[in-house]
């Protein structure tokens, strides 16, 4: 049994508005042995698309590649759009080391409610990934279950957004919004080649591609 436990801890900051949260980043990052082109950092793999998915729409210029200049740019991006990453989940076991979320077992969440408290500037949580099993939103749900807290339905549409009502320790209760992002993987093209929107965009643009879409969904929350 594979022991993944996330090896970057939460990236949070007082001005931080927006939070990402996902999962576990590919084992690899929990075995240093990454490959070339990769970044040592959250969403670093280089098979993954969110940071490519934000250049696209930033025009960033970032580098791809495995050294702290590529890190400190992706900080300072996040820095100036007051957007923080903290991953639900902390830990987990696998059976079968590979990324994917379903073969997660004994998943321990990081306390995200906690650094919501802590963090109170923070308003928007941006899900990579929806509610499928053991998803970033299904994973919160499980999380707000114990606080007895629930989402509540505000846009039910892709992307769908969600809101829940926060009761601090202070005495104040904050409305936070959820948004549920396609996910940035390779995985999720196929999921992203039958949506609607999407095929109809491609029918007027056959160049129109997966990436062009997630940064049309993306753009509108970063």
């Not at 240093?32 to 025009?59: A, M, N, T």
């Amino acid at each position: 049994m594979f022991k993944h436990v996330h090896p970057y801890e939460p990236f949070l900051f007082e001005e931080a508005e927006k939070l990402i949260v996902g999962t576990l980043p590919p084992p690899r990052f929990t075995q240093r042995e990454l490959k070339p082109g990769d970044v040592d950092f959250c969403y670093g793999s280089r098979d993954g698309q969110l940071w490519k998915i934000l250049d696209h729409i930033f025009k960033l210029d970032l580098v791809y590649e495995t050294t702290p200049f590529a890190v400190e740019q992706r900080k300072a991006f996040l820095k100036r759009r007051k957007i923080g990453i903290c991953d639900i989940v902390a830990m987990a076991d696998r059976e079968k080391i590979d990324a994917s979320d379903l073969g997660m077992q004994q998943i321990q969440l990081r306390d995200l409610l906690g650094y919501l408290e802590r963090y109170r500037k923070i308003e928007t949580l941006l899900f990579t990934g929806g509610n499928s099993k053991n998803g970033p939103e299904y994973l919160f749900r499980r999380l707000l279950k114990t606080a007895g807290l629930e989402l509540i339905p505000v846009k039910q549409e892709i992307p769908r957004i969600h809101k829940f009502l926060l009761h601090t320790s202070n005495g104040k209760t904050r409305e936070i919004r959820t948004v549920s992002l396609i996910a940035p993987s390779g995985a999720a093209n196929r999921a992203v080649g039958s949506i609607p929107a999407y095929k109809a965009h491609k029918t007027r643009n056959p160049s129109y591609t997966t990436l062009d879409f997630r940064a049309e969904q993306y753009s509108a929350f970063f």
